[in-house]
C-alpha cells in the first residue's frame, strides 16, 4: 500500500538549524592549509553566510514536490519514493539509487529529461517510468532498528519495484552505494532485472586479482585510499559516536559532506563550485538537516561490513544480468581493469567517458542520460 508524501518542513525546524549556522563559533586554522587538512575555514565562513542570507530551502521543496511522491511500509520500514510515469506506450521501470553522502536531490533534474524525452528533442517511446527512492535511514525514508547495508537494502528495493509498484522487470541505475546496491539486485533478484547500469566499482571478486595489471591496480587502490580511510572508518564503526557532533551541528554536516563533493569531483582549478552551485550543495545538506538523518545515513557503512564488506560471494559469479559500465574520469575510486570487472559482471555495455567523477547525475547528467538511453535500447535484443 502506497500513500501520497508531501515535503513540508516547518519554519520552526528550519528556523533551529539558520540559527545554529549563524551563530556558529568560529574557530582558527592555519592560513597556509588551503584544503588539505579538511574543508576550507574561508570557504566556510562564505558558505555559511550564503546559507543563512540567501538560501531558500522552499524553492528545494517545489523541486521536490512537483514529482509524484509516496511511501510504502516495506519490512517495517516506511520508504519515500519519488514516481513519475514515463510518457510512451510501454516506458521501462528505472530504478535511481542514490548512495552516501547523496540523496534524492543528485536526479531531481534529470527525473523529466529520462521520463519525458520529447519535451528535450527526443522520441517519447524512449520514456521511462522514473523511480527515485530515498535509502532507508536517509531523507524522507524511516530508518530501520539497527544498521542494515547495501544487500539488505537491494531487497528492500526490489519489493517496492515488484511487490508494491507490480513492475515485472527493470533497470536499475546508481552511482556510490547505489552502484552497490544494483550489484546485490543482480546477484539475489536477477529475475527482476533487465539489466543494471553502474558508474562505480565497489564491489570485489572474492578471487581477488589474477593479473600483473590486477595486482597493480590493487596496490595502486590501497595506496590512494589511505588518505580517504578515516571517514569510512568512523562511520563503519562507532557511528554513533561521531552523531553526537554532527546532529547538533549543520556546519559540522556541511563542511564533512562539502570535503567529499569537492574531493571526489571532476571540478576546475580546485574551485568545488566550478561544478555545483551552493544551492545545490545546500539541498542535498539540508536533506540530512531538515530529515536529522545524518546518524542513520552513516549505517550503511556499519551495515556493509557486517554483510562481508566490499566481497561477493563466488557463487553466482559473473552476474547474468546484462551490465553497462560508465566510467568517469575522475571517480575517485579508481575502476579495475576490464579483465577485473568481466569476471564480476556481464558487460553488455562499456563507456569511458571524456569528463565527470564520483557524482555523474549531478556533474554530468547530459552523458549519464544518454548512456543510460542507449543501453535501454541495446538490452532490447537481449
Known amino acids: 500500500m502506497t500513500k501520497p508524501f508531501k515535503v513540508e518542513i516547518s519554519e520552526e525546524r528550519l528556523q533551529n538549524i539558520y540559527s545554529k549556522v549563524k551563530n556558529y563559533q568560529w574557530h582558527e586554522m592555519p592560513d597556509d592549509g588551503g584544503w588539505d587538512y579538511g574543508t576550507n575555514l574561508d570557504y566556510m565562513k562564505d558558505f555559511a553566510d550564503y546559507w543563512v542570507n540567501k538560501f531558500n530551502w522552499r524553492k528545494t521543496e517545489e523541486k521536490i514536490n512537483k514529482f509524484n511522491n509516496f511511501k510504502s511500509n516495506i519490512n517495517g520500514i516506511d520508504i519515500h519514493f519519488i514516481h513519475e510515469k514515463g510518457s510512451g506506450s510501454n516506458p521501462k521501470p528505472l530504478l535511481l539509487n542514490h548512495g552516501w553522502p547523496g540523496s534524492i536531490v543528485e536526479f531531481l533534474h534529470i527525473i523529466d529529461q529520462l521520463a519525458h524525452p520529447e519535451k528535450y528533442g527526443g522520441k517519447k517511446e524512449d520514456g521511462f517510468d522514473i523511480i527515485v527512492p530515498s535509502l532507508p535511514g536517509y531523507g524522507f525514508s524511516g530508518r530501520p532498528l539497527r544498521p542494515i547495508g547495501p544487500r539488505k537494502m537491494a531487497e528492500i528495493f526490489n519489493s517496492l519495484m515488484i511487490n508494491v509498484l507490480g513492475y515485472k522487470k527493470y533497470i536499475s541505475q546508481g552511482g556510490d552505494f547505489g552502484g552497490t546496491i544494483c550489484t546485490w539486485l543482480a546477484y539475489d533478484f536477477p529475475e527482476s532485472l533487465l539489466g543494471i547500469h553502474i558508474n562505480i566499482l565497489i564491489t570485489r571478486h572474492p578471487d581477488g586479482p589474477q593479473t600483473p595489471e590486477e595486482k597493480e591496480w590493487q596496490e595502486r587502490f590501497k595506496k590512494e585510499q589511505r588518505i580517504e580511510d578515516g571517514y569510512r572508518t568512523q562511520q563503519a564503526t562507532k557511528p554513533q559516536t561521531l552523531s553526537y557532533a554532527m546532529m547538533d551541528s549543520p556546519v559540522g554536516v556541511a563542511a564533512w559532506i562539502i570535503e567529499k563533493m569537492r574531493g571526489w569531483s571532476d571540478i576546475k582549478n580546485g574551485d568545488i563550485e566550478s561544478v555545483y552551485s551552493k544551492d545545490i550543495l545546500l539541498s542535498n545538506i539540508m536533506i540530512y538537516l531538515v530529515t536529522k538523518t545524518f546518524n542513520t545515513a552513516s549505517w550503511i557503512y556499519y551495515g556493509r561490513r557486517e554483510e ?55 556533474e554530468k547528467p547530459e552523458l549519464l542520460i544518454k548512456d543510460i538511453q542507449k543501453f535501454s535500447k541495446k538490452i532490447e535484443n537481449i
Open 308 to 362: 562481508g564488506g566490499r566481497f561477493l560471494p563466488k557463487d553466482h559469479l559473473p552476474l547474468k544480468v546484462p551490465t553497462a559500465i560508465a566510467k568517469f574520469p575522475k571517480e575517485y575510486l579508481e575502476w579495475a581493469p576490464k579483465s577485473y570487472v568481466e569476471r564480476i559482471y556481464n558487460i553488455e555495455q562499456w563507456t569511458e567517458m571524456p569528463e565527470g567523477g564520483h557524482f555523474a547525475a549531478l
